[in-house]
């Protein structure tokens, strides 16, 4: 499926969404159930950015966020993390920083869906606050949460699979891969927000550390 008709199918199946929602807990958790539906079909099954991406961040979430038990909205963390990369379906066509775009999906899809706009602003200040390259600072414990989730799923053995998936993808050289490590990765273990999230990025970065010295001493033919 091109970009051109994902976005097609994503307007269509927006459209559909009822107005006449309500934010009751059951009718939220329906809510929560057609938009993970809506964007697993969205995002695909990319590997980086795609829907196996939303999963991995999701697991991490839940488990920084047992340190904050009472202190956060687990249906708000849902659907941040559920929503905060649906925006990379329209970044290249819009010229728009795709936490921005998915940042306002997120509040078109949850108006429709009749959430509270403080519950919304939740949701859209947690989406804003995982990029690395925007810079938001989180005003939320959502917001701290998605952000240091996010950046862990780029890091690790699991960030080196990203890596390289997304240099073939873009064609980089094997140079330029690499500089991707030192240029951002390596950055993100002093960005974390939890406490869970600085162990867990120390030791994914220590991981990624120890694979590129070794690939770079079997490059220059030392083992």
């Avoid at 939220?28 to 829907?51: M, Q, S, W, Y």
């Amino acid at each position: 499926m091109s970009k051109h008709s994902t976005l097609k199918t994503l307007s269509e199946k927006l459209s559909k969404l009822k107005d006449d929602s309500r934010s009751d807990n059951g009718s939220k958790n329906k809510a929560i159930k057609d938009i993970e539906d809506l964007v697993r079909e969205t995002l695909g099954n990319d590997p980086v950015h795609g829907f196996p991406h939303v999963e991995r961040v999701m697991k991490l979430a839940f488990k920084l966020a047992e340190e904050y038990k009472g202190k956060y909205d687990s249906a708000a963390l849902k659907l941040a993390v559920l929503l905060h990369d649906v925006g990379r379906i329209e970044e290249q066509d819009l010229h728009k920083h795709h936490a921005i775009l998915s940042a306002e999906m997120a509040q078109r899809i949850l108006e429709q869906y009749g959430f509270p706009r403080e519950f919304i602003e939740k949701v859209k200040d947690a989406i804003l606050s995982h990029s690395f390259t925007l810079g938001h600072k989180p005003k939320t414990v959502e917001g701290m949460i998605l952000s240091d989730a996010d950046k862990l799923d780029a890091l690790g053995a699991v960030g080196i699979m990203r890596v390289f998936m997304e240099s073939a993808y873009k064609r980089r050289t094997l140079d330029e891969a690499i500089d991707h490590f030192y240029e951002k990765l390596f950055k993100l273990k002093d960005l974390m927000w939890t406490r869970k999230g600085k162990k867990l990025a120390i030791k994914r970065y220590e991981y990624m550390i120890n694979f590129l010295d070794k690939l770079e001493r079997e490059i220059e033919g030392l083992e």
